[in-house]
């Protein structure tokens, strides 16, 4: 299916690359050699302000800014909007993200970063829940929506941990009332009632550094 996530990482990150040959090109511009290396199918650089929970969330002015170099994957799948179970699809996708990042190996990226940069390795996964084909649902309440997200973060945990992983952040994003999906011919229906988001992440180690 078509993805608008990575357009809208490009315009939030100074750089935003998602060509294997670019991505190589990059490596080597560093002063890293890509050859026998594995590497995800995004590279992203930016930077943000740090935030402190429980404070002021915006920094002053002049507030110095934390440079990142993100290596990222993202896969998409569709999820029973009500069930008990993570289908086959989804496992599918989320494992191959979680491969891919692990892939990423430490000693590959710690020549690329310099000290005052972060690097991470993660995984995203976008999970649009769907009611059956030819069905008519009433809309599904925030509690029952968020139920079934948070039982599918549960059983994505396990296979992220198992590779070194956590899943750092997820989110649940609902339909709007109004937003509805027809065909010709056909009732309009609440086809696609919400949208799951997980991310699993893990820190890289940067040059000179022996921490991850």
Same mark, same amino acid.
């Given at each position: 299916?078509?993805?608008?996530?990575?357009?809208?990482?490009?315009?939030?990150?100074?750089?935003?690359?998602?060509?294997?040959?670019?991505?190589?090109?990059?490596?080597?511009?560093?002063?890293?050699?890509?050859?026998?290396?594995?590497?995800?199918?995004?590279?992203?650089?930016?930077?943000?302000?740090?935030?402190?929970?429980?404070?002021?969330?915006?920094?002053?002015?002049?507030?110095?800014?934390?440079?990142?170099?993100?290596?990222?994957?993202?896969?998409?799948?569709?999820?029973?909007?009500?069930?008990?179970?993570?289908?086959?699809?989804? *496992?599918?996708?989320?494992?191959?993200? !979680?491969?891919? +990042?692990?892939?990423?190996?430490?000693? =590959? /990226?710690?020549?690329? %970063? &310099?000290?005052?940069? *972060?690097?991470?390795?993660?995984?995203? !996964?976008?999970? +649009?829940?769907?009611?059956?084909?030819? =069905? /008519?649902?009433?809309? %599904? &309440?925030?509690?029952?929506?968020?139920?079934?997200?948070?039982?599918?973060?549960?059983?994505?945990?396990?296979?992220?941990? =198992?590779?070194?992983?956590?899943?750092?952040?997820?989110?649940?994003?609902?339909?709007?009332?109004?937003?509805?999906?027809?065909?010709?011919?056909?009732?309009?229906?609440?086809?696609?009632?919400?949208?799951?988001?997980?991310?699993?992440?893990?820190?890289?180690?940067?040059?000179?550094?022996?921490?991850?």
């Amino acid at each position: 299916m078509p993805s608008t996530l990575a357009l809208s990482m490009a315009m939030s990150f100074d750089l935003a690359l998602r060509d294997p040959q670019l991505i190589r090109a990059r490596v080597l511009r560093r002063g890293g050699y890509s050859a026998g290396h594995c590497w995800t199918a995004l590279w992203l650089e930016g930077s943000v302000h740090e935030y402190v929970i429980g404070c002021d969330p915006f920094p002053s002015v002049g507030t110095p800014r934390r440079k990142l170099v993100l290596l990222a994957d993202e896969r998409q799948a569709f999820l029973a909007a009500r069930g008990s179970r993570v289908g086959a699809a989804v *496992h599918r996708a989320w494992t191959k993200g !979680l491969d891919a +990042v692990a892939g990423v190996g430490d000693d =590959a /990226v710690r020549g690329l %970063l &310099g000290e005052d940069e *972060h690097g991470f390795a993660l995984n995203v !996964l976008v999970l +649009v829940h769907a009611w059956p084909a030819r =069905a /008519v649902h009433r809309r %599904l &309440g925030l509690e029952e929506s968020y139920r079934r997200h948070e039982s599918v973060m549960a059983e994505l945990s396990a296979p992220a941990e =198992a590779k070194g992983l956590s899943v750092a952040w997820h989110a649940l994003w609902r339909l709007p009332p109004a937003m509805t999906w027809s065909e010709a011919s056909e009732r309009p229906w609440m086809k696609y009632p919400a949208v799951s988001f997980a991310t699993a992440v893990r820190p890289l180690h940067w040059r000179g550094d022996g921490r991850t």
